[in-house]
C-alpha cells in the first residue's frame, strides 16, 4: 500500500472497504498486527515525543482518523486520503467477527464501560464472540497472561493515547493477537456513556467542535488541532 507522509508520520492510503480486506488478512495470517489511527493531535504529540512516532511509523496500517488529516494531505497537494474513524472501525470490527467467528478482547476504559460497551454491540451483532474484557491497567503485566489465554483474534485497547499505541507495541509478540488497535474513547461512545456527534456533523469534519461544546474541558486538547493547521500551512508556505 502506498503511504503518505504528514508531518512526518506515515499514513496509508486507503479507504474503508479495503481497511477491512487487509484486516481480514492479517487474521488469518494469525501474526501479530498493530493497527493505529492517527489524528491531527497524535501528529503533534509525535513531534515531541520520538517514541511515539517510532510506534506510529512503524504500525502495520497506520489510517488517516480526522478530517485534519485528510484536510493536510489536500493542502499539500499530497494522494487524496480516506477518512476512517475508530469508532465507526470498531463497529465494522464487530460485524466482521460476528459473520465470521472471530474472538474479540476488549482492554481499558473505566471500570464497567468495556461490559456496556459489549453489551450493545451484541444488541447489534448478536453471534459475536468476546473472549474476555476488563478495565485492565498498562502497568499490570498479568494482563498479557489473561489475553493469551483467551487467545483473541482481536484486541481492542482503551488506555488513551499514546499509552495504548506504546502498550501494544511493546507486548505485540508477547501478545500475539493477529489484529491489535487503540481505540481512545470508542468505547465510551459504544457503551452510550459520551454521546457521538450527529452523523451530518460527522461527516462534515466539524466532530471535533460537537465534542468541544459538549465536553468544553477539552479546549487544550483541541488547541493541538490549531497547532496541526499552523504546522501545515508553514510547510506548505515552504514548498
Known amino acids: 500500500m502506498a503511504k503518505i507522509s504528514i508531518l512526518g508520520i506515515k499514513i496509508d492510503k486507503i479507504d474503508f472497504k479495503k481497511t477491512i480486506l487487509v484486516i481480514s488478512e492479517f487474521i488469518k495470517s494469525k501474526r501479530p498486527h498493530q493497527i493505529v489511527t492517527v489524528n491531527p493531535e497524535f501528529v503533534m504529540q509525535a513531534k515531541k515525543d520520538k517514541e511515539f512516532k517510532n510506534v506510529l511509523n512503524h504500525a502495520d496500517l497506520s489510517l488517516a482518523d480526522g478530517m485534519g488529516i ?14 476512517i474513524s475508530g469508532t465507526d472501525l470498531v463497529y465494522a470490527l464487530a460485524k466482521l467477527s460476528s459473520q465470521n467467528g472471530y474472538k474479540i478482547y476488549l482492554l481499558g476504559a473505566q471500570e464497567g464501560i ?16 468476546v473472549v474476555g474484557f476488563e478495565a485492565g491497567s498498562p502497568y499490570d503485566l498479568s494482563t498479557i497472561s489473561r489475553i493469551k489465554k483467551a487467545h483473541p483474534d482481536i484486541l481492542l485497547v482503551a488506555f488513551g493515547a499514546p499509552k495504548q499505541e506504546k502498550w501494544i507495541y511493546k507486548y505485540k509478540n508477547s501478545l500475539g493477537v493477529p489484529v491489535m488497535m487503540g481505540v481512545g474513547g470508542a468505547f465510551d461512545f459504544i457503551a452510550e456513556k459520551v454521546k457521538r456527534a450527529p452523523e451530518k456533523i460527522r461527516q462534515a469534519g466539524f466532530e471535533w467542535f460537537y465534542r468541544l461544546y459538549k465536553e468544553p474541558w477539552r479546549y487544550k486538547r483541541q488547541l493541538s488541532l490549531i497547532k496541526f493547521a499552523v504546522n501545515i500551512l508553514t510547510q506548505k508556505t515552504k514548498k
Open 114 to 129: 468495556a461490559a456496556r460497551a459489549i453489551s450493545n454491540l451484541k444488541k447489534k451483532y448478536r453471534k459475536l464472540k
Open 70 to 83: 485528510v484536510w493536510a494531505a489536500k493542502i499539500l497537494k499530497k494522494p487524496a486520503l480516506s477518512r
